[in-house]
Each structure stands twice: as structure tokens, then as C-alpha cells.
């Protein structure tokens, strides 16, 4: 059999061949002699079964004096391992500063979203539908997932930054491949600073939203997929003092990272992080809502919910916030006053009230509203901050305090669109708001900056 193989395998000529012919053979000879260790590389990635895959490999390589020009014999070797046992020309995209998003369409049409908002599409793409399916099967099997005919339809995390969402056929057309969005989560550290220099709000705007967090009063921002709400939830969580404890809940992966050190390490703050387990056993799944009943026997003093999106969940939080709680959550609504509607029909999807009480239930837990938006040219705004009062004979009372008013949309010489506009200060806050505030601390002079009527821009 080494005869057969050393005749077969004999060295030969390379001049011309494509990286793409390379690949064929290697996987051929891989397939037919070391099958086995290929598939312990790429199902349990341990460093000792990807060593053994590299070594082999180069040793092939050599043999059969495979060259491209652009790269050496090392590099060669990586990159074929990664297509044949990684995650092929993904990692570099999915590591890549900057990146927030990769979205497979087909197997050769990938797109990424940028941190700045801007989608571009890649050079790179799969040689063809199988191998899509293939890289991103490795993928799954990290996860702990796996995605077949029976269940076509994934959503995994490869690391706890990491979430990936995948379809395959039959979902998906046989010619696709597969169509995948990896959404890489960095996990926020924005500055008071950096929201002012992109024009998101204003001083006096956040400096509203901060003494709510830091004065008794749960805040929910609204928005879009993208819109900038988790900036500014992380933000307003970073302002938490550090004398109060804080606890945030998040689904799958960690896109806060609020413990603060001083210049030898030691932790200033009072911070835990959980994260949801999902499982396919009832009895195992650990989601929102049984972390927040597990939190409230933690004796917390600000609880930050990553996303509301069940119903049960919605219920939790709000009436944690009414028992005394203060909590800051994110959720999809495309507007503040219809925010309240959206927490009202989440919660109906699983509880029998009546309307007008579960409204009532939202408009008491949440008094305050942050709607934000990402506009045409990709800058990320807070469009508007709203205190809900009261749900009235079927009627949401509510004052606007803040909005952003958008006057024209330029496109520059370049081709650039740019959004002309400006934020407004539209009212006060009411009495309540204000004795609320007074009675959990806030001094008259940090009042004091919020009982004007002047334009704030």
C-alpha cells in the first residue's frame, strides 16, 4: 500500500496550479488516509489533534512540493487547515477590530457590517455550497449544536461574544449553500465623551439619564437592531455608583463589561454578570426570567436586563421595577410612546389581563423611555426621551422631554449622505418625576439643570 501511495503521491510539478486545485488533492489524500484525524480536529479542536492535522499536512506539502506564489509552505498550511478543519477565511473576518457583524447570503456572496454602521461585501467566498455547509457545521459542533434535515435552523454561540443564527436546506435554496449571520458582540465601554463628540444626545440629556439610574428610576431604551440601544445601555450602567450592587442578565453572550479596577487591579464596584443556558431539556433551560427571580433574592439595587423579548420576562421585569428595583433593559420598538404597546402585547402572549392593566403595570415600572435610531448616513441618535405618566380611559399619558428633529438629509460631492438636524428640549419632567428623584437623593443643584425650558442645541 506505501508503494501504491509513494507512485500515486509522487512529487510533480506545481507551476500553475490554483490554491482552489491544491485544496482539492489535499482533501482527497486527507480523506483517503487520514480521515479520522481531520475529523477530530475540526469536532473537538483540542490543540493536540490540530497539531498532529499540521504536521501531517506540511509533511504532505513538502512532498508533493506545493507552492503559490503569495504564500510560504507555513502559511499554506494554515490556510488549508482552516478550510479543511477551522472556519476557513471566516476567522480572519469574525476576529477582524472593527467588525460587528458577517452575513453569508450564499455560499459566494458575504457581506460584514462594520462597528460604523457600513456594510461591505468581501473578496472572500466558498468554493461551493457543500463547503459552506461544512465550515459552518464546524462551527455548530463548537456551539454544542448541530444542524441537519430535522432541525435546518440553528442559533448558537461560539464564544460568549460570539452568536451565530444559521438556515440550510431545505430552508434555503440546494444552490445556497446555507445563509448564516455571525454577530460579534464587543462588549461596550463607551464614554460620556464619545456620545457627546458623535452628536448621539446632548450633555444635558444624558446627564437626565444618568441621574435616573443613579436616583431610583428604571429607564427602557428602545430601537432597532443596530440603533445604538445597548451603547447606551452600557453606558448608563457604567454609571452605576459603586457602593450599589449590580446585576445584569444577558442571553447567550456578554456585551457588558462594567468592573472597574483601580491601577493595581483591585475591583472598585459591586458587579455580577449572568448569562442565560439554554437547553433542549425544559428542566435545564436557564432563561430570563428564572435568572431575574434567582437575581431578586440577590439583594440587588440596579438589575440590568439585556433584551426584553418573551413575555414572561417582560412581565418579570416590570414588576421587579415596581417592587423597588431599578432596571435598565433594551427593547425592539420603532418609537417611545408605542414601546409601552410593544411590553403590553409581549406580555399578553403569555398572560390573560386585560389591556388596560398591563399597560398601566409597563407605564409604573418604566417612567422613562429612550427611543434611538441609526439615520441614512449610519450616526447613531437618541431621537427622543419620554416620561410615561398614566394610562388614561385607553389613552397613554405621557410628556416628550427631549427629541431629535431631523431638517434634511445632503449628499456631499463624494456621494455621502449626511443628516442635517438637531436635538430640542420639548418639556419638564413632572412633579411626580421630581419628588421621586428628590426622595432617592438627587441634590437641587443636579436638579436644577433639568427645570428649564431652554433649547438644548
Same mark, same amino acid.
Given at each position: 500500500?506505501n508503494?501504491l501511495?509513494?507512485?500515486?503521491?509522487?512529487?510533480?510539478?506545481?507551476?500553475?496550479?490554483?490554491y482552489?486545485?491544491?485544496?482539492?488533492?489535499?482533501?482527497?489524500?486527507?480523506a483517503?488516509?487520514?480521515?479520522?484525524?481531520?475529523? =477530530?480536529?475540526?469536532?473537538?479542536?483540542?490543540?493536540?489533534?490540530?497539531?498532529?492535522?499540521?504536521?501531517?499536512?506540511?509533511?504532505?506539502?513538502?512532498?508533493?512540493? &506545493?507552492?503559490?506564489?503569495?504564500?510560504?509552505?507555513?502559511?499554506?498550511?494554515?490556510?488549508? &487547515?482552516?478550510?479543511?478543519?477551522?472556519? !476557513?477565511? /471566516?476567522?480572519?473576518?469574525?476576529?477582524?477590530?472593527g467588525?460587528?457583524?458577517?452575513?453569508?447570503?450564499? $455560499?459566494?456572496?458575504?457581506?460584514?457590517?462594520?462597528?460604523?454602521?457600513?456594510?461591505?461585501? *468581501?473578496?472572500?467566498?466558498?468554493?461551493?455550497?457543500?463547503?459552506?455547509?461544512?465550515?459552518?457545521?464546524?462551527?455548530l459542533?463548537?456551539?454544542?449544536?448541530? @444542524?441537519?434535515?430535522?432541525?435546518?435552523?440553528? *442559533?448558537?454561540?461560539?464564544?460568549?461574544n460570539?452568536?451565530?443564527?444559521?438556515?440550510?436546506?431545505?430552508?434555503?435554496?440546494?444552490?445556497?449553500g446555507?445563509n448564516? !449571520? @455571525?454577530?460579534?458582540v464587543n462588549?461596550?465601554?463607551?464614554?460620556?465623551?464619545?456620545?457627546?463628540?458623535?452628536?448621539?444626545?446632548?450633555?444635558?440629556?444624558?446627564?437626565?439619564?444618568k441621574?435616573?439610574?443613579?436616583?431610583?428610576?428604571?429607564?427602557?431604551?428602545?430601537?432597532?437592531? %443596530?440603533?445604538?440601544?445597548?451603547?447606551?445601555?452600557?453606558?448608563?450602567l457604567?454609571?452605576?455608583?459603586?457602593?450599589r450592587?449590580? *446585576?445584569?442578565?444577558?442571553?447567550?453572550?456578554?456585551?457588558?463589561?462594567?468592573?472597574?479596577?483601580?491601577?493595581?487591579?483591585?475591583?472598585?464596584?459591586?458587579?455580577?454578570?449572568? /448569562?442565560?443556558?439554554?437547553?433542549?431539556?425544559?428542566?435545564?433551560? *436557564?432563561?430570563?426570567?428564572?435568572?431575574?427571580?434567582?437575581?431578586?433574592?440577590?439583594h +440587588?439595587?440596579v438589575?440590568?436586563?439585556?433584551e426584553?423579548?418573551?413575555?414572561?420576562?417582560?412581565?418579570?421585569?416590570?414588576e421587579?421595577?415596581?417592587?423597588?428595583?431599578?432596571?435598565?433593559?433594551?427593547?425592539?420598538?420603532?418609537?417611545?410612546?408605542?414601546?409601552?404597546?410593544?411590553?403590553?402585547?409581549?406580555?399578553?402572549?403569555?398572560?390573560?389581563?386585560?389591556?388596560?392593566?398591563?399597560?398601566?403595570?409597563?407605564?409604573?415600572? &418604566? +417612567?422613562?423611555?429612550v427611543?434611538?435610531k441609526?439615520?441614512?448616513?449610519?450616526?447613531?441618535?437618541i431621537?427622543?426621551?419620554?416620561?410615561?405618566?398614566?394610562?388614561?380611559?385607553?389613552k397613554?399619558?405621557y410628556r416628550?422631554?427631549?427629541? $431629535?428633529?431631523?431638517?434634511?438629509?445632503?449628499t456631499?460631492a463624494? %456621494?455621502?449622505?449626511?443628516?442635517?438636524?438637531?436635538?430640542?428640549?420639548?418639556?419638564?419632567i413632572?412633579?411626580?418625576?421630581?419628588?421621586?428623584?428628590?426622595?432617592?437623593?438627587?441634590?437641587h443643584?443636579e436638579?436644577?439643570?433639568?427645570?428649564?425650558?431652554?433649547?438644548? =442645541?
Amino acid at each position: 500500500m506505501n508503494n501504491l501511495n509513494d507512485i500515486f503521491f509522487a512529487p510533480v510539478a506545481t507551476e500553475g496550479l490554483t490554491y482552489d486545485q491544491i485544496l482539492e488533492d489535499v482533501q482527497r489524500y486527507f480523506a483517503e488516509n487520514h480521515a479520522s484525524v481531520i475529523a =477530530e480536529a475540526g469536532e473537538t479542536n483540542t490543540e493536540r489533534a490540530s497539531t498532529v492535522l499540521k504536521e501531517l499536512m506540511v509533511q504532505y506539502l513538502v512532498k508533493r512540493k &506545493y507552492a503559490t506564489e503569495d504564500l510560504t509552505t507555513a502559511e499554506l498550511c494554515a490556510k488549508l &487547515y482552516e478550510d479543511m478543519a477551522g472556519y !476557513s477565511f /471566516l476567522k480572519k473576518w469574525i476576529y477582524m477590530p472593527g467588525v460587528e457583524e458577517v452575513n453569508i447570503n450564499a $455560499y459566494n456572496d458575504i457581506e460584514v457590517i462594520e462597528s460604523s454602521g457600513r456594510s461591505i461585501k *468581501i473578496p472572500d467566498k466558498f468554493s461551493s455550497p457543500q463547503q459552506a455547509i461544512d465550515v459552518i457545521r464546524r462551527m455548530l459542533v463548537a456551539c454544542g449544536m448541530v @444542524i441537519d434535515d430535522t432541525m435546518p435552523s440553528i *442559533i448558537g454561540f461560539l464564544d460568549k461574544n460570539i452568536r451565530i443564527s444559521v438556515d440550510k436546506t431545505p430552508i434555503v435554496d440546494p444552490d445556497v449553500g446555507i445563509n448564516a !449571520s @455571525i454577530r460579534i458582540v464587543n462588549q461596550q465601554t463607551v464614554s460620556e465623551q464619545k456620545l457627546l463628540d458623535s452628536g448621539s444626545a446632548t450633555a444635558e440629556m444624558l446627564h437626565f439619564l444618568k441621574a435616573c439610574i443613579r436616583y431610583g428610576v428604571s429607564v427602557c431604551i428602545a430601537g432597532s437592531t %443596530g440603533s445604538g440601544k445597548t451603547t447606551v445601555m452600557a453606558w448608563l450602567l457604567s454609571n452605576v455608583p459603586n457602593n450599589r450592587r449590580l *446585576i445584569t442578565i444577558e442571553e447567550g453572550s456578554r456585551e457588558f463589561d462594567l468592573v472597574k479596577r483601580d491601577e493595581n487591579g483591585n475591583i472598585l464596584n459591586s458587579v455580577v454578570h449572568l /448569562l442565560t443556558r439554554p437547553s433542549d431539556n425544559p428542566s435545564l433551560n *436557564i432563561n430570563q426570567d428564572f435568572l431575574l427571580e434567582r437575581v431578586l433574592r440577590k439583594h +440587588p439595587d440596579v438589575i440590568g436586563v439585556g433584551e426584553m423579548r418573551s413575555a414572561a420576562e417582560s412581565l418579570s421585569a416590570a414588576e421587579s421595577s415596581r417592587t423597588g428595583h431599578t432596571v435598565c433593559t433594551t427593547i425592539h420598538s420603532n418609537g417611545c410612546a408605542s414601546t409601552y404597546g410593544r411590553m403590553m402585547t409581549l406580555a399578553k402572549r403569555k398572560f390573560n389581563m386585560d389591556d388596560s392593566v398591563l399597560m398601566q403595570i409597563m407605564v409604573e415600572a &418604566y +417612567p422613562v423611555i429612550v427611543f434611538t435610531k441609526q439615520l441614512e448616513d449610519r450616526s447613531r441618535k437618541i431621537m427622543e426621551i419620554i416620561e410615561g405618566e398614566a394610562f388614561e380611559d385607553g389613552k397613554l399619558v405621557y410628556r416628550s422631554l427631549y427629541n $431629535y428633529d431631523v431638517v434634511d438629509n445632503v449628499t456631499d460631492a463624494k %456621494g455621502q449622505t449626511c443628516v442635517v438636524g438637531r436635538h430640542n428640549k420639548m418639556g419638564m419632567i413632572s412633579d411626580a418625576l421630581k419628588t421621586r428623584l428628590l426622595d432617592n437623593g438627587i441634590s437641587h443643584k443636579e436638579l436644577e439643570e433639568f427645570m428649564h425650558m431652554e433649547e438644548v =442645541e
